[in-house]
């Protein structure tokens, strides 16, 4: 689903965000990449995403070679993909399904069929009694929730979650996380950014270590997982 090839990002100014990265991610697996900030964790997913490209390398997602994407072919690969973020970027004059509903509509589904999917992602997330609340009624693991079912809505193949549990408790982010696990478990491939070593070493999931935009360590959950 997706695959580094020795991939680097150098930026105009000289700064190399990322050298040499090569790994795969496949269908149905769940992996984090840490390191310190600064290390090149969202760089890394902008590029999954095709708002940067690479400077060397091949990238490849959902079979797309993002080394080569035209422009016109990049908005149909965004939408392959759903992307959770630290501070939820929600709507605050709409309400848990509106918000929920604004991939849809921006990609012109007929209200009925955006209807259904929308509380088909809210119910995966355990939010459907919620539809008609506003994100400031809700705690801040229900509003994380609803930027993940905002995400899943379009039924993407992919999920990159970038510092997903940075503003939550430990309780709200295994919340956070066993919902990722939900979607992993029916083939979605999940990546998730995070800096919460302690978190990371709880889960025990693979674990992808970036240092100064090197990929120094690929780790494998534990036997006794």
Same mark, same amino acid.
């Given at each position: 689903?997706?695959? *580094? @090839?020795?991939?680097?990002?150098?930026? =105009?100014?000289?700064?190399?965000?990322?050298?040499?990265?090569?790994?795969?991610?496949?269908?149905?697996?769940?992996? *984090?990449?840490?390191?310190?900030?600064?290390?090149?964790?969202?760089?890394?997913?902008?590029?999954?995403?095709?708002?940067?490209?690479?400077?060397?390398?091949?990238?490849?997602?959902?079979?797309?070679?993002?080394?080569?994407?035209?422009?016109?072919?990049?908005?149909?690969?965004?939408?392959?993909?759903?992307?959770?973020?630290?501070?939820?970027?929600?709507?605050? @004059?709409?309400?848990?399904?509106?918000?929920?509903?604004?991939?849809?509509?921006?990609?012109?589904?007929?209200?009925?069929?955006?209807?259904?999917?929308?509380? $088909? =992602?809210?119910?995966?997330?355990?939010?459907?009694?919620?539809?008609?609340? *506003?994100?400031?009624?809700?705690?801040?693991?229900?509003?994380?929730?609803?930027?993940?079912?905002?995400?899943?809505?379009?039924?993407?193949?992919?999920?990159?979650?970038?510092?997903?549990?940075?503003?939550?408790?430990?309780?709200?982010?295994?919340?956070?996380?066993?919902? *990722?696990?939900?979607?992993?478990?029916?083939?979605?491939?999940?990546?998730? $950014?995070?800096?919460?070593?302690?978190?990371?070493?709880?889960?025990?999931?693979?674990?992808?270590?970036?240092?100064?935009?090197?990929?120094?360590?690929?780790?494998?959950?534990?036997?006794?997982?």
């Amino acid at each position: 689903m997706i695959k *580094f @090839d020795n991939i680097s990002k150098r930026y =105009a100014d000289g700064q190399e965000a990322l050298v040499d990265v090569s790994f795969e991610v496949s269908r149905g697996e769940l992996a *984090f990449i840490t390191g310190h900030s600064g290390a090149g964790k969202s760089t890394l997913l902008k590029l999954i995403l095709a708002i940067e490209s690479p400077s060397s390398g091949q990238l490849i997602a959902n079979g797309i070679n993002l080394s080569r994407i035209s422009s016109k072919q990049i908005a149909l690969h965004r939408r392959q993909i759903g992307t959770v973020f630290q501070d939820h970027q929600l709507l605050h @004059d709409r309400s848990v399904f509106d918000n929920v509903a604004l991939p849809l509509e921006i990609c012109g589904y007929h209200p009925t069929d955006a209807g259904r999917r929308v509380r $088909a =992602a809210l119910d995966k997330v355990g939010l459907l009694k919620k539809e008609k609340s *506003f994100p400031a009624a809700l705690s801040g693991g229900e509003q994380q929730r609803v930027g993940i079912a905002r995400a899943v809505v379009n039924r993407p193949r992919i999920i990159l979650a970038d510092e997903p549990t940075g503003n939550l408790d430990p309780a709200l982010s295994r919340e956070v996380i066993e919902v *990722f696990e939900q979607f992993q478990s029916v083939g979605v491939c999940l990546l998730v $950014a995070s800096h919460d070593a302690s978190l990371v070493e709880r889960l025990n999931c693979r674990t992808l270590v970036l240092d100064s935009g090197r990929l120094i360590a690929d780790q494998k959950p534990r036997p006794d997982s």
